[in-house]
Antibody, heavy 123, light 108 residues
Framework: QVQLVQSGAEVKKPGASVKVSCKAS????????MHWVRQAPGQGLEWMGRINPNSGGTNYAQKFQGRVTMTRDTSISTAYMELSRLRSDDTAVYYC????????????????WGQGTLVTVSS | DIQMTQSPSSLSASVGDRVTITCRASQSISSYLNWYQQKPGKAPKLLIYAASSLQSGVPSRFSGSGSGTDFTLTISSLQPEDFATYYCQQSYSTLLFTFGPGTKVDIK
């Protein structure tokens, strides 16, 4: 069965960087885009970007350009999201999610999600 | 950028009620619209993709409709496990997969 297992909670100081991992199992890792979505406490879902695990190509939301880096290690079926120059408003739960594309309509959607990783930014 | 809005932002309903949530896109997104359910402390769960296709394993009381800019999620008979927050998401623009602000459904 498909599983996305994320790394554990992190506490970081302002200005630091954090790297969250997402280990995939139960499917061909290189066959599906992986996305990152975050959720600040009590807030909605915010899309950060995606990576093509096959090519390593990325698309980032403009808001995070220059601060986020998404990478992957195909040998261990793991995707990574690194966010730099952390601020207090980066405190959030970060999720990875697998993209699937509907065959008939070509609509992308997120069918499997990781359990989330809480990143707390505090001095 | 495509903006997504949802209405209402919250609603109170009783078990057995028919519930409808609306999602609107700032420009036409054809049927590139998905719906997710999220319970506190949990990851979102896919309910509906491509505006009206029911994800495998999701109860048939959930349905979606719409195209272009206006979409609805309907729960035909609300069950206790349906109290949650619901998000729409556009996937028309693959450079920015925008979510709506969410609709919280709680017990009346």
């Amino acid at each position: 069965q498909v599983q996305l297992v994320q790394s554990g909670a992190e506490v970081k100081k302002p200005g630091a960087s954090v790297k969250v991992s997402c280990k995939a199992s139960g499917y061909t890792f290189t066959g599906y885009y992986m996305h990152w979505v975050r959720q600040a406490p009590g807030q909605g879902l915010e899309w950060m970007g995606r990576i093509n695990p096959n090519s390593g190509g990325t698309n980032y939301a403009q808001k995070f350009q220059g601060r986020v880096t998404m990478t992957r290690d195909t040998s261990i079926s793991t995707a990574y999201m690194e966010l730099s120059r952390l601020r207090s408003d980066d405190t959030a739960v970060y999720y990875c999610a697998r993209e699937r594309v509907a065959v008939a309509s070509h609509t992308p959607y997120f069918d499997y999600w990781g359990q989330g990783t809480l990143v707390t930014v505090s001095s | 950028d495509i903006q997504m809005t949802q209405s209402p932002s919250s609603l109170s309903a009783s078990v057995g009620d028919r519930v409808t949530i609306t999602c609107r896109a700032s420009q036409s997104i054809s049927s590139y619209l998905n719906w997710y359910q999220q319970k506190p402390g949990k990851a979102p769960k896919l309910l509906i993709y491509a505006a009206s296709s029911l994800q495998s394993g999701v109860p048939s009381r959930f349905s979606g409709s719409g195209s272009g800019t206006d979409f609805t999620l309907t729960i035909s008979s609300l069950q206790p496990e349906d109290f949650a927050t619901y998000y729409c998401q556009q996937s028309y623009s693959t450079l920015l997969f925008t979510f709506g602000p969410g609709t919280k459904v709680d017990i009346k």
